[in-house]
């Protein structure tokens, strides 16, 4: 359906690094990735062909979480912010071990520097849950921590 205007994906995660931080100006090219990675995962657990090369290879995850839109809830007091935080949280409770965790704009919706810490925190508890995630964010200070150490010493 998309043609000559598709643009080709090629994610590769879960075998030298379980996280994988993707940045970029804002474009919309970011959040499709994660949709994209999200989508094919699930048609793959599901038995459908997947629109990949053939020498594409997808684990089978015990489950799939993904933070990803804005769901902001004045009925339930709820703040951009307060609703990513609630829903991340729950990710972060049930997935522990083989999952994939999505998470769109990683910290964003508060102050900077908040959110950048707060970040670190989630990224860290994801690494120690051994699942595999792929998070965006625009916050220079996420993407300098997630740089492999010999990257950022050398710098």
Known sequence: MLGDTA????IDIGRD??????TGPNTGGKTVAL????????MTQAGLPIPAA???????FEGVFADIGDEQSIQQTLSTFSWHM???SRILKKAQGNNLILLDE???STDPQEGSALGRAILLHILESRS???????YTDLKVFALPVDVRCSG
């Open 86 to 88: 609630s829903n991340i």
């Open 132 to 138: 595999l995630a792929a998070v965006t964010t625009h």
């Open 35 to 42: 949709k994209t990675m999200g989508l094919l995962c699930l």
């Open 106 to 108: 990683l910290g964003a």
């Open 17 to 22: 690094f379980s996280v994988l931080v993707i």
């Open 54 to 60: 053939a020498t594409s290879r997808l684990p089978v």
């Open 7 to 10: 643009v080709p994906l090629s």
